[in-house]
Nanobody, 120 residues
Framework: VLQLMESGGGSVQAGGSLRLSCSTR?????MGWFRQAPGTEREAVAL????????YYADSVKGRFTLSQGVPRNTVSLQMNSLNPADTAMYYC????????????????WGQGIQVTVSS
């Protein structure tokens, strides 16, 4: 089984920044972050294809969040800038090896989640 190691998160004031990191021992086709706030559906936030570097961003975070590969390549970091209270959610690192994992979002491997809280 894949184990996803998550770090980062926390609480910030609106306009602040946080950084999330996730790594795994193996080499999934895609890695990235989902989030879910209470009473809402889970949504994909930012995903990256490990080999090709192609990315997906939710419309709500484009221009504010940046997902990048680290060293080793099966590590990803999500830099979250200009945070606002709407970004408050539990953020989950996820990984999948489905060929369409950058578009279908049917991910099989999940971290335990990191709370991100943005206060006004």
């Amino acid at each position: 089984v894949l184990q996803l190691m998550e770090s980062g998160g926390g609480s910030v004031q609106a306009g602040g920044s946080l950084r999330l990191s996730c790594s795994t021992r193996y080499w999934p086709m895609c890695m990235g972050w989902f989030r879910q706030a209470p009473g809402t559906e889970r949504e994909a936030v930012a995903l990256i294809h490990i080999d090709g570097g192609y990315t997906y961003y939710a419309d709500s975070v484009k221009g504010r969040f940046t997902l990048s590969q680290g060293v080793p390549r099966n590590t990803v970091s999500l830099q979250m800038n200009s945070l606002n209270p709407a970004d408050t959610a539990m953020y989950y690192c996820a990984a999948d090896d489905h060929v369409d994992c950058l578009t279908l979002f049917d991910y099989k491997n999940w971290g335990q989640g990191i709370q991100v809280t943005v206060s006004s």
